[in-house]
């Protein structure tokens, strides 16, 4: 991989400390900024415009007027567009990536790959653009057609979380292109460039202005005007539960259509048919990628009776093995937390697991490394009242969950308002379909720790969310039906 400087990535133009409407690059109305810092070492990586309403109302106007070219461009220039778009990522994987290790601290090699498979999602809904197909159903009239259409919804405004700032926007901004939508993106607060970075190719790949449009600051106040202002008809939002059900409240007059990818709370169960060392090896990359801060890695281990202390001693000697450095670092495996409040929770989580009879195999303090670093942790003899039981967790810790019987840990995995990803393992086949089918969840891996994919539609049910991400469905969420009568045949 080659190594790049932050100056690097500023003098190529990579780096934007401006916000993008209407094509052009401006700051806050009012000159107010906010700085932005490298999670692993505290120093600031630059500054970006803090905005609120009245800027994000201008973007919304230029969407809006945009929308009404961009609308009725035909399919192929739309997918060719979209196709220069994740060429210039997959031209530039090693740079885009530093930059976004800069901002958000995860090691080089995983930043490589949430690049990549942003672009996957950027090259994808550019196919998926030439199959927004109609439909002719059969008439009940003699003398009639009904036909239906796929039409754009109008503009969309989109805010993302900081934990992969860039993949969670790829299959925002893509399949709303793909349909002829017009967008608002609002990144998070601590990762904007890898959203700025949303213009950036943009305007290289020659999308015309006011298609792409990017905003950051204020959540409250940004978010606030995306949902107030009638003129946006999409909400697509990748968050916690708390601000996703804000924003489901606040569209309810608008009447917009909404997608929410919220919080999880994943399971993972290991029964004593599994394959112990491909159950290690698969759980231990699902649960520490990006320092456990997914929405889709494992929260709880329910682990069965027979082979519990063989998985923890197994479990806990891998995780031993991970490499914890900052993630500019050649060989990282595991980088800072996002920042000292990330900390703090999975902090007071441990201190709960402890008080309440928790058995610290690894870890469970915080790394000589930094404030923001946590030792990668592994925590035995687990109880449901403990706190890492029902929150997120968003942390690099593993809580091993001990079960005799197969429904025991269906019930308790699904005792839970979230259902975003889970996961289990065993080689019985018929408890392969039993289990999918008892498992109240989105999304299941079986015999598997990574599966987010841009063919297959990510998405969870209960408090995790609506809507779906990704595949062919994912288009749909950008797409409003239209009915024609054709009378007179
Ligand atoms: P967050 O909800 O705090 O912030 C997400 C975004 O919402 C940010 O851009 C933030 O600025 C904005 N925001 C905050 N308050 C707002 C408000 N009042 N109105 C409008 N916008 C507001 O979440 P986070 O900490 O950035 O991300 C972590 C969360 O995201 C976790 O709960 C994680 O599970 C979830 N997540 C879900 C998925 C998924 O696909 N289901 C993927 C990644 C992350």
Known sequence: MNTFTLDDIKVAGWLKEANYVAGNWVGADDGSTYDVEDPATGTRVGTIPWVSGAETGRAIDAAQEAFLTWSMTTAAERAEKLQRMAQLVRDNLDILATMLTLEQGKPLAEARGEMKLGADYIQWFAEEARRINGEIIPSPWKDRQILVTREPVGVVGAISPWNFPFSMLSRKVAPALAAGCTIVIKPSEFTPYSGLLYAVLAERAGI?????????????????????NPLVRKITFTGSTRVGKLLYKQSADSMKKLSMELGGNAPTIVFDDADLNLAVETAVAGKFRNSGQTCVCTNRFYVQDRIYEEFARRLTDRVKKLKVDNGLKEGAEQGPLINLAAVEKVESQVEDAKAKGGRVLLGGKRHELGA????????????????????????????????????EAVEAANATEFGLAAYFYTRDLARIFRVSRAIQSGMIGINAGVITTAEAPFGGVKDSGLGREGSAHGIEEYLNLKYLSLAGL
Request: hydrophobic fraction near 45%.
């Open 372 to 407: 923001t670093f946590y030792e990668p942790t592994v925590i035995a003899d687990a109880t449901p009242e403990m706190l890492i039981a029902r929150e997120e967790t968003f942390g690099p810790v593993a809580a091993l969950f001990r079960f005799k019987e197969e429904y």
């Open 208 to 228: 015309p202005a006011g298609v792409v449009n990017v905003v950051t600051g204020d959540g409250a106040a940004v978010g606030g005007e995306l949902t107030r």
